[in-house]
């Protein structure tokens, strides 16, 4: 399954996929956290802000700040079924998986 998701941050993009089994808690040899893929994710894409009209620079001065589309974006492919309600289909994806 592959998945494009739209969070509100990063933070909370980490809390939902910990929750749904698409990442796990582990600890490395220093003790440290981590979130890591589980057995079935084959891989997790931390796309966040996508631009949605690049900004106007000129002479090394921004004339017209980038605007970006709302929320934070991310991409997952996984051998589970799982039934995000945050998922979304875009006309002109910013990645695809090979």
Do not use: C, R
Not at 2 to 15: E, G
Not at 20 to 37: C, R, S
Request: charged share 20%; aromatic share 8%; proline share 4%.
């Amino acid at each position: 399954m592959i998945a494009k998701l739209i969070y509100t941050d990063h933070d909370t993009a980490i809390t939902d996929l910990l929750a749904k089994g698409v990442l796990i808690n582990t600890t490395d040899l220093n003790g440290n956290e981590q979130n890591t893929y589980s057995q079935s994710t084959h891989a997790v894409v931390y796309i966040g802000k996508i631009v949605d009209t690049p900004a106007v620079i000129e002479d090394m001065e921004v004339i017209t700040p980038a605007t970006f589309l709302d929320g934070y974006h991310v991409d997952v492919m996984t051998d589970l079924e799982i039934e995000f309600d945050n998922a979304i289909t875009p006309n002109n994806p910013k990645h695809l998986f090979a």
